[in-house]
C-alpha cells in the first residue's frame, strides 16, 4: 500500500499546543489522528469540542509504543506526523528527570524508527510530500546575556533536565534527516500561553491562585525575561512551516515580546483587578510574594523569528496586551475546564524543589 492521504498524525494532541494546534486543525476540515497517552498534562475536556467530529480520531498510547505507532500509520496513511508529544515543566524535570529522558529522548526515537519505517512504504510522490514536524523549545540554547537573540544557528547550551531532553531529541531529528533521508522540519518556540494551558505554568497558575485569593509566588527578583508567544500565532507558525517549510531546516519561533515574570504577573493582576471589580483579594499585586529561586534558572530568552516571517510570511497576530487579555478572560470563563483538569492531579504547590527521584 502506498497512496498517502490529507491527514495528519498529531502526537500529544490532547496537551496545551498539541490541542489548540488540533482543535485548529480540525476545525479548518484537516482530518487528524490525534495520539496522546493522557499523563497529568493531556486532557480529554481540551478536545470535548471536537470528539465526535468524523475528521478527528482519537486515540490513547505513548510515542514510545512502535507497534500502536505503525499500526496507526499504515490505516490512516498521513502525509505528515506532527509531534508534540514531550514532558515539559522544567520544575517536574528537575525532580524526575528520568520521565523526561524516557518521553522526550527514548520514546521520541521509537517515533523516528517507526516515521523512517513508514516512508520506506510511500511510493516516490508521496516520499516526495511527507513531513515529520518536531516541536521544541528555545530552551535548548541556554541563557542569555542582556543583549542579543536566539538565532536558528546558536550552539546549543542546555541547562535543566528538560532542556537537555529537547535538546537530545533535537539533535536525534537532526540525524534522521541527514543520515536516512527523513524529511524532517524542527520549531523551537519561545514561551507559549493561551487557552487550556495546564494550571502549573506560570501564567494560568497565577490566575488560578490569583482568583482564590492565594498568594502568587515569583522566583527570585522576578526579573527573569521570556519572549512570550500567544499560542494560537505558534499553531499558525507550525501550519507555515509543515506547508513551506525547507526539509531538514530549523525555524525559531517567537513574537519578539519580552517580558519579565514580575511583569507578567503584575499584568494579570492589573487585567483581574479590572475584571473583578467586586473580588474581596483586590488589589491582586498585593497577593505576590517572592520566593527562592529555581534551581539553574535561565536569566533570559529571546527569539529571532527572521527566518519564519521572511521565508515563510508568517507574523504574530497578538500583542502581548491583546493575546493576555484573551488568556486571562478565557481562564475566569472556563474555571470548570481548570477544576477538572487538576482534580486529583496538581493543588497548586511548588514543584523543581529537588525532592523527587531521579
Known amino acids: 500500500m502506498s497512496e498517502i492521504t490529507d491527514t495528519v498524525l498529531v502526537t500529544g494532541g490532547a496537551g496545551f499546543i498539541g490541542g489548540n494546534y488540533v482543535l485548529r486543525a480540525v476545525e479548518s476540515g484537516r482530518r487528524v489522528v490525534n495520539l496522546d497517552a493522557l499523563t497529568y498534562a493531556g486532557n480529554r475536556a481540551t478536545l470535548a469540542s471536537v470528539m465526535d467530529r468524523p475528521n ?27 509531534n508534540f508529544a ?3 515543566h522544567v520544575d517536574r ?13 527514548v520514546e521520541t526515537l521509537e517515533l523516528l524508527e517507526a516515521a523512517r519505517a513508514y516512508l520506506g512504504t510511500l511510493a516516490a510522490e508521496a516520499r516526495g510530500s511527507f513531513r515529520f514536524l ?27 533536565p528538560y532542556a537537555a531532553s529537547k535538546a537530545a531529541s533535537d539533535h536525534l531529528v ?26 502549573e505554568k506560570l501564567i494560568p497558575l497565577m490566575i488560578h491562585r490569583a482568583v482564590r485569593g492565594e498568594s502568587l509566588p515569583v522566583y527570585g527578583d522576578g526579573g527573569n525575561v521570556r519572549d512570550w508567544l500567544y499560542v494560537e500565532d505558534h499553531c499558525r507558525a507550525i501550519e507555515a512551516v509543515l506547508e513551506r517549510g525547507v526539509p531538514g531546516r530549523v525555524y525559531n519561533v517567537g513574537a519578539s515580546c519580552e517580558k519579565t515574570n514580575l511583569e ?8 483581574l483587578d479590572e475584571l473583578l471589580p467586586d473580588s474581596p483579594h483586590a488589589p491582586h499585586e498585593e497577593l505576590i510574594t517572592f520566593v527562592e529561586d529555581r534551581p539553574g534558572h535561565d536569566r533570559r530568552y529571546a527569539m529571532d523569528a ?8 508568517w507574523e504574530p497576530g497578538e500583542t502581548f496586551e491583546s493575546g493576555m487579555a484573551k488568556t486571562v478572560r478565557w481562564y475566569l470563563e472556563n474555571r470548570d475546564w481548570c477544576e477538572e483538569v487538576l482534580a486529583g492531579k496538581y493543588s497548586g504547590e511548588r514543584l523543581g524543589l529537588m525532592g523527587g527521584s531521579a
Open 134 to 160: 518536531h516541536v521544541s523549545t528555545d530552551e535548548v540554547y541556554g541563557s542569555l546575556g542582556e543583549e542579543g537573540l536566539f538565532t536558528e544557528e546558536t550552539p546549543y547550551a542546555p541547562n535543566s
Open 264 to 271: 507578567v504577573v503584575r499584568t494579570i493582576c492589573r487585567m
Open 174 to 199: 537532526r540525524a534522521y534527516h541527514h543520515t536516512y533521508g527523513l524529511p524532517t522540519l524542527t520549531t523551537n518556540c519561545s514561551n507559549n500561553y493561551g487557552p487550556y494551558q495546564y494550571p
Open 93 to 105: 524535570s528537575i525532580d524526575s528527570p528520568r520521565d523526561f529522558v524516557r518521553t522526550n529522548v
Open 56 to 82: 478527528h480520531v482519537f486515540v490513547r498510547g505513548r510515542i514510545g509504543d512502535r507497534d500502536l505507532v505503525e499500526e496507526l500509520l499504515a490505516v490512516h496513511r498521513p502525509r505528515a506526523v506532527v
Open 86 to 88: 514531550a514532558e515539559t
Open 306 to 313: 527572521t527566518r519564519l516571517r521572511t521565508e515563510l510570511g
